[in-house]
């Protein structure tokens, strides 16, 4: 005997019939003669009840039951408004123990929420059996159904590519599989999707789009998984930035208008170049609803006798901080200092129009009245200044101080997502060692001719490089693609690479462009960062059903294991100790 209807539909208009349902034991509460037990399943719960104290032998919550028996209306002072069904319950006739749950739970369902992530993850499929967790496979089931119908509306193809694949340079560390019939040679699993994308566009597919599985080994953060993640990954024939950047403000607003528990700001998306979101932010991902904006100080400071600001990068922004106490801004110092920063200054416009703090007797009066004016500080405002020598330094810490400051006075208004996009990056950047590097893909196309490239700083020029950024994440990335073989040579042989490089490397995409290529650019954004945001959650793990842990160990199967001897033989590897 099992169910045949769902928790949902037991409500009032079933009273006086029998109906037959199945379930997990929630709670089980003996009151002495009558025994009520509450059934649930992923529509809601059932309230159960049985003068019969033998059906109560050795049963357990989390063990799943059938039961046959009559609906009733509750008595007045038992109904429970909090659930659907809260106005009946069910008098048992009938009752089936169908699988019997150990008597001793690693953690109570309802409140695993609140239980260490590595128990949580070992016993996920009883962590999944939690409302939240419920409701969080619901929505990605139907923000991947609607994204799928958003853009089919939009005239984009579906199209599966490849798992097993070759090396890309992505940013990451590839994940590399043997192969068995192809003694000492490796596939990868992709990074995404990027070169197949691009051929897709050189064999017309015109408009391609997937929901694409990616694969990138490096070291998880609250907002980023290791492992496997999906993007939805699409690329554009004969489309400019604004065409894609269009096509992700339709998306973003279909899906987070009937699924997000926030208000957002709707497309048209405000946009900051890079440089502009540094200056502003000290961060490509700034959380515009901190309302705190940051100034470059290095007009005010040009001819600063001041060693401190002398010669370097300076940021400042002002907030009023009049109320907090000297602790507050100890505790700022402390957190600049442990980040590396050489010292934080800061002062206060007093009633009279002046400046008081530890620095005004090391600047001139006309550096302090210009301090005011370029930060707007008014009486009662405090002005806050960091420099640096190394510029990237500089705006890190600005922008750690920007969203410190406007946590810590509770200006970030929690209620909503703000979108913005973060175009013209570098398309070069300088290593640690000091070598020049693709600061993003390698496949974007430059803001700059073949003679800029030949005659500019590498480090000037600029790419069709876009990100979509909401509330601190990098939620897209994307790029207007390069297609000329010449500037697509130059552009590696700034970073080192020679033409046999690229043929080796990337040998289908450099012959496709030879036959035929039409321009072409593209975005991802990241399927779990949706629905981060639409939920309110900090955890990038707690939006996917199956995750890594921290240290990238899967908890509930036992990844990594060791291979034994006849497999290592056969995929002709041996280890070193």
């Known amino acids: 005997m099992y169910r045949n209807m769902m928790l949902e539909k037991v409500d009032e208009s079933l009273i006086g019939k029998s109906v037959e349902l199945a379930g997990w034991v929630n709670t089980i509460r003996d009151h002495g003669g009558i025994v009520f037990i509450d059934l649930r399943d992923k529509t809601g719960v059932v309230q159960l009840k049985t003068?019969?104290?033998?059906?109560?032998?050795?049963?357990?919550?989390?063990?799943?039951?059938?039961?046959?028996?009559?609906?009733?209306?509750?008595?007045?002072?038992?109904?429970?408004?909090?659930?659907?069904?809260?106005?009946?319950?069910?008098?048992?006739?009938?009752?089936?123990?169908?699988?019997?749950?150990?008597?001793?739970?690693?953690?109570?369902?309802?409140?695993s929420m609140k239980v260490n992530e590595e128990v949580r993850l070992k016993y996920r499929y009883l962590d999944l059996r939690n409302d939240r967790m419920q409701q969080m496979l619901a929505l990605r089931a139907d923000v991947a159904f609607d994204t799928r119908v958003i853009m089919r509306e939009l005239g984009f193809t579906e199209v599966a590519t490849p798992i097993l694949t070759v090396p890309s340079p992505e940013g990451a560390r590839d994940y590399l599989v043997p192969s068995r019939v192809h003694k000492g040679k490796f596939y990868a699993?992709?990074?995404?999707?990027?070169?197949?994308?691009?051929?897709?566009?050189c064999g017309g597919v015109d408009k391609y789009f997937q929901i694409a599985p990616c694969f990138r080994d490096e070291d998880p953060r609250a907002d980023r998984l290791t492992g496997d993640f999906y993007q939805i990954d699409m690329e554009m024939s004969f489309a400019t930035q604004d065409d894609v950047l269009a096509v992700v403000e339709k998306l973003v607003d279909g899906l987070f208008s009937k699924y997000s528990k926030f208000a957002f700001n709707k497309g048209p998306f405000v946009r900051y170049s890079f440089k502009e979101a540094m200056e502003?932010?000290?961060t490509d991902k700034p959380d515009l609803r901190n309302p705190i904006r940051m100034t470059s100080l290095a007009d005010v400071f040009a001819e600063t006798t001041f060693a401190a600001f002398k010669d370097r990068t300076v940021e400042g922004f002002s907030v009023n901080a009049s109320s907090q106490p000297r602790s507050f801004f100890d505790k700022l110092q402390a957190l600049m200092l442990s980040e590396g920063a050489e010292g934080l200054a800061w002062v206060r416009v007093q009633p009279d129009g002046s400046l008081k703090g530890p620095i005004v007797k090391f600047i001139t009066e006309k550096e302090c009245e210009n301090l005011k004016?370029?930060?707007?500080?008014?009486?009662?405002?405090?002005?806050?200044?960091i420099a640096d020598a190394n510029p990237k330094t500089c705006y890190k810490?600005?922008?750690?101080?920007?969203?410190?400051?406007?946590e810590k006075l509770g200006l970030v208004d929690k209620s909503r997502i703000e979108f913005c996009w973060i175009v013209d990056f570098p398309m070069f950047e300088l290593s640690d060692e000091g070598k020049i590097e693709f600061c993003h893909n390698p496949f974007n196309m430059p803001k700059a001719s073949l003679k800029d490239l030949e005659t500019k700083d590498p480090l000037s020029i600029e790419a069709y490089q876009y990100d979509l950024v909401a509330n601190g994440y990098e939620v897209a990335s994307g790029a207007v693609r390069n297609t000329d073989k010449d500037i697509m040579l130059k552009l590696f042989e700034i970073v080192g690479y020679g033409e046999e490089e690229i043929q080796k490397r990337f040998g289908a995409l450099y012959t496709a462009f030879q036959f035929g290529a039409p321009p072409h650019a593209g975005v991802a954004p990241g399927f779990e960062r949706l629905l981060m945001l639409m939920l309110g959650i900090t955890n990038i793990r707690d939006v996917v059903p199956f995750p890594m842990n921290s240290r990238a160990q899967d908890l509930l199967?036992?990844?990594?294991?060791?291979?034994?001897?006849?497999?290592?033989?056969?995929?002709?590897?041996?280890?070193?100790?």
């Open 51 to 111: 003068h019969d104290d033998s059906l109560l032998t050795s049963l357990t919550r989390e063990s799943v039951i059938s039961v046959k028996g009559k609906v009733v209306l509750r008595d007045a002072d038992t109904v429970n408004l909090a659930i659907k069904s809260g106005k009946v319950e069910v008098e048992i006739d009938e009752m089936t123990v169908l699988s019997k749950s150990k008597a001793m739970l690693p953690f109570d369902v309802k409140d």
């Open 397 to 406: 810490l600005a922008g750690l101080l920007r969203q410190e400051v406007g």
């Open 189 to 201: 699993l992709p990074q995404a999707p990027q070169q197949f994308k691009q051929l897709l566009m």
């Open 280 to 282: 502003k932010f000290g």
């Open 557 to 577: 199967m036992g990844g990594p294991i060791e291979a034994d001897e006849k497999q290592l033989r056969e995929l002709h590897i041996k280890l070193r100790q």
């Open 373 to 385: 004016a370029k930060t707007g500080a008014q009486v009662g405002d405090d002005i806050f200044v």
